[in-house]
């Protein structure tokens, strides 16, 4: 019996509808300050995303920059006949007569920088949207009858000489 027969044998098929969905657990800290919740179709995969968007505090422990050499290597035909062959022959007659090359070495330096951060994901600090991308903390104790306040202060950094290195996101 193949396949075709023993789909029509089957006079009745019961389905059943199951609940499908997907949870992720996410911590309070990382979506107390969510920036944006996006959802869209991606239609390649045919599927749903979605997107939350935050933020979490990180402050810059290094910043280094290196000069680095690139090198790459480019086969080029060797006359316009060789591009010829290489574009127009058919499989069987590159296997037979394949076209020449000759290789160039394209080199260049590139400046790159490395940062590293140390993050805090659960900090809880609430910060306004109008302080911008970076900020100093400082902690202020302030006595108040019997106890003492923390208060904290968020100000904007200013670029001064102090402050300005080699490090593009300073």
């Known amino acids: 019996?193949?396949?075709?027969?023993?789909?029509?044998?089957?006079?009745?098929?019961?389905?059943?509808?199951?609940?499908?969905?997907?949870?992720?657990?996410?911590?309070?800290?990382?979506?107390?300050?969510?920036?944006?919740?996006e959802s869209f179709m991606d239609f390649e995969f045919n599927a749903l995303v979605v997107r939350l968007k935050s933020y979490v505090l990180a402050e810059e422990v290094d910043c280094r920059s290196k000069i680095v050499e690139?090198?790459?290597?480019?086969?080029?035909?060797?006359?316009?006949?060789q591009h010829f062959r290489g574009e127009v022959f058919p499989e069987w007659l590159k296997r037979k007569f394949p076209p020449k090359f000759n290789?160039?070495?394209?080199?260049?330096?590139?400046?790159?920088?490395?940062r590293k951060l140390a993050t805090y994901p659960r900090a809880n600090l609430i910060i306004p949207d109008n302080v911008g991308n970076t900020i100093i903390y400082r902690n202020q104790f302030r006595e108040e009858g019997l106890g003492i306040q923390e208060l904290a202060v968020l100000e904007p950094i200013k670029k001064t000489a102090d402050n300005q290195s080699d490090c593009p996101h300073r």
């Open 70 to 81: 690139i090198s790459s290597t480019f086969p080029v035909y060797q006359s316009w006949w």
């Open 103 to 114: 290789y160039v070495v394209k080199t260049g330096k590139k400046k790159v920088t490395f």
């Open 1 to 37: 019996m193949n396949l075709t027969e023993s789909c029509i044998e089957a006079d009745r098929i019961t389905l059943e509808k199951l609940a499908v969905y997907r949870q992720q657990l996410i911590d309070l800290p990382a979506i107390a300050h969510a920036a944006s919740i």
